[in-house]
């Protein structure tokens, strides 16, 4: 059985930074893919950031220059480095990690306030 334990959120102040950790356990390797969507208030769930196994990443176009992704495979952890923290980051962060299926955290929510 998968889990993974999302922390780091909170509430911050416009330009402010965060740092998102999510620690995912129950299998022996590492995942193939680990990553952060977001789901703001009435809007759907998006990709935020995304990092497979060599290293590759991708980020959603509002984020990028602000946001960074970066693993630990030894811990099987994932993190996000959130700088500049603008309002409309507001949203609950959602880990997904991915071995052969997808999985995903519970969630952390982060508020920016302006």
């Known amino acids: 059985q998968v889990q993974l334990v999302e922390s780091g959120g909170g509430l911050v102040q416009a330009g402010g930074s965060l740092r998102l950790s999510c620690a995912a356990s129950g299998r022996n390797f590492s995942p193939n893919a680990m990553g952060w969507y977001r789901q703001a208030p009435g809007k759907q769930r998006e990709l935020v950031a995304r990092?497979?196994?060599?290293?590759?990443?991708n980020y959603a176009d509002s984020v990028k220059g602000r946001f960074t992704i970066t693993r630990d495979n030894g811990k099987n952890t994932v993190y996000l480095q959130m700088n500049s923290l603008k309002p409309e980051d507001t949203g609950v962060y959602y880990c997904n990690v991915v071995y052969v299926l997808a999985y995903w955290g519970k969630g952390t929510l982060v508020t920016v306030s302006s």
């Open positions: 990092i497979n196994s060599g290293g590759s990443t």
